[in-house]
């Protein structure tokens, strides 16, 4: 079992910035690589960016590249969400998730319960 718990999230300008938490913790969460998701009300959910433990692997999708930065610590079984240039086509719930393969269309076995990001313009 692994559990994700996300923190982070709140009300911020267009062009502002946030970091987004994800804490993980279970007897298999290394196994896997560590996405972010996000849902739009109305949307389905989509996939923003992804990293392996070591830090050093990250896909990112189009929409968030040059603005996003996803990153990884291992000492705190920690993943970060970095946005930059917030805009607020980028307000959702943000999902954290325990991923099989670094991809932008992966298999995920385990979801976090999101936290509220909402961008006003």
């Known amino acids: 079992q692994v559990q994700l718990v996300e923190s982070g999230g709140g009300l911020v300008q267009a062009g502002g910035s946030l970091r987004l938490s994800c804490a993980a913790s279970?007897?298999?969460?290394?196994?896997?690589?560590m996405g972010w998701f996000r849902q739009a009300l109305g949307k389905e959910r989509e996939f923003v960016a992804a990293v392996s433990w070591s830090g050093i692997r990250r896909v990112y999708a189009d929409s968030v590249k040059g603005r996003f930065s996803i990153s990884s610590d291992n000492a705190k079984n920690t993943v970060y969400l970095q946005m930059s240039g917030l805009k607020p086509e980028d307000t959702a719930v943000y999902y954290c998730a325990a991923q099989t393969e670094l991809s932008t269309e992966p298999r995920v076995d385990y979801w976090g319960q999101g936290t509220q990001v909402t961008v006003s313009s």
């Open positions: 279970g007897r298999t969460f290394m196994r896997y690589y």
